[in-house]
């Protein structure tokens, strides 16, 4: 049975920092892509990050400085470290595993299985 857990969510001022955590089980964790996501409700969810197999990784442009994914693939868990927090960045941030090896990809339909993900609320 397949699990995605997040966890590290929570409320935030701009500027702050958190660190999200997903831990992963059922599955060949440390061959598959791995990535996070976020959606606004009323919004189209939106990739953040993603890391391949290899460690390459990808971002998207608004959050390129400020948030680092990596991987830990003897504990089968996935970090999100995010700095400098905006109020923009508030979402519902998921985590998501592709059966991709060596390919670092923010393109949702390529992910077979998601975490009930983590909320993140900053306030200005």
């Known amino acids: 049975q397949v699990q995605l857990a997040e966890s590290g969510g929570g409320s935030v001022q701009a500027g702050g920092s958190l660190r999200l955590s997903c831990a992963a089980s059922?599955?060949?964790?440390?061959?598959?892509?791995m990535g996070w996501f976020r959606q606004v409700p009323g919004k189209e969810r939106e990739g953040v990050a993603a890391?391949?197999?290899?460690?390459?990784?990808v971002y998207a442009q608004s959050v390129k400085g400020r948030f680092t994914i990596s991987r830990d693939n003897t504990k089968n868990t996935l970090y999100l470290q995010m700095n400098s927090l905006k109020p923009e960045d508030t979402a519902m941030y998921y985590c998501?595993?592709?059966?991709?090896?060596?390919?670092?990809?923010?393109?949702?339909?390529?992910?077979?299985?998601w975490g009930q993900g983590t909320q993140v609320t900053v306030s200005s």
């Open positions: 890391v391949d197999s290899d460690g390459r990784t």
């Open positions: 998501a595993a592709a059966p991709l090896r060596n390919i670092a990809t923010m393109t949702a339909p390529w992910y077979k299985y």
């Open positions: 059922g599955y060949s964790y440390s061959t598959y892509c």
